[in-house]
């Protein structure tokens, strides 16, 4: 049975960061790309990054590009989100997700239905 594990959301003040890890079992990591999603309160999800097999094709939404860093470990069959000057805006719960595909296609990279397999989701909130 697949299954993704997200940690390390929490509480953190604007401007500061925070580091969320997603273990996978049940699979390998090997055979798929990781897409990142989040939820805000009253807001669909959507998508946040996602990143290829092999690390070398990365995406980001316009709005966390050059605070945020996605990168993954395929031997050690997880996935991590890097989230730094973190703002109010950002504040929702944090999934990630097994793409049916092994790259991130920049069209389809953000459309849930392109994803499978789903964590439980992590809460991140950045408040004062």
């Known amino acids: 049975q697949p299954q993704l594990v997200e940690s390390g959301g929490g509480l953190v003040q604007p401007g500061g960061s925070l580091r969320l890890s997603c273990a996978a079992s049940g699979f390998s990591l090997d055979y798929y790309a990781i897409g990142w999603f989040r939820q805000a309160p009253g807001k669909e999800r959507e998508g946040v990054s996602c990143?290829?097999?092999?690390?070398?094709?990365?995406r980001y939404i316009d709005s966390v590009k050059d605070r945020f860093t996605v990168s993954r470990d395929n031997s050690g069959n997880t996935a991590t989100l890097q989230m730094n000057s973190l703002k109010p805006e950002d504040t929702g719960v944090y999934y990630c997700t097994r793409r049916r595909y092994p790259s991130c296609d920049p069209s389809t990279w953000p459309r849930e239905d392109f994803y499978d397999t789903w964590g439980q989701g992590i809460q991140v909130t950045v408040s004062s």
């Open positions: 990143i290829s097999i092999s690390g070398r094709s990365i």
